[in-house]
Nanobody, 119 residues
Framework: QVQLMESGGGLVQAGGSLRLSCVASGSGFSIASMSWYRQAPGKQRELVASIISGGHTNYADSVKGRFTISRDNAKNTVILEMNSLKPEDTGVYYC?????????????WGQGTQVTVSS
């Protein structure tokens, strides 16, 4: 199994910045991709950004140019740098990892970290 631990959420004013990090731990796994999702109150969970082991990234249109996802493969860590934050970025941010475990694969979620952007 893979455990994901997020950190770095908080309260920030519009226009500010936050840095989220997520560390994957466990044994016998290899991470294929890591992603950040978010869920605002009353809305469905949505993909914010993802990065595969080769470094290719993908972003939601709403965060392009403002957010940057990066990954340290050796440390099984993914970082989300969020700049020029807007109130609509508010929500619970979840780390997701798609991992290879021996002959099987699995998707894993962190517990989430709250991001609140005040206007």
């Amino acid at each position: 199994q893979v455990q994901l631990m997020e950190s770095g959420g908080g309260l920030v004013q519009a226009g500010g910045s936050l840095r989220l990090s997520c560390v994957a731990s466990g044994s016998g796994f290899s991470i294929a991709s890591m992603s950040w999702y978010r869920q605002a109150p009353g809305k469905q969970r949505e993909l914010v950004a993802s990065i595969i082991s080769g470094g290719h990234t993908n972003y939601a249109d709403s965060v392009k140019g403002r957010f940057t996802i990066s990954r340290d493969n050796a440390k099984n860590t993914v970082i989300l740098e969020m700049n020029s934050l807007k109130p609509e970025d508010t929500g619970v941010y979840y780390c997701n990892a798609f991992a290879l475990l021996g002959l099987s694969t699995g998707g894993f979620w962190g517990q989430g970290t709250q991001v609140t952007v005040s206007s």
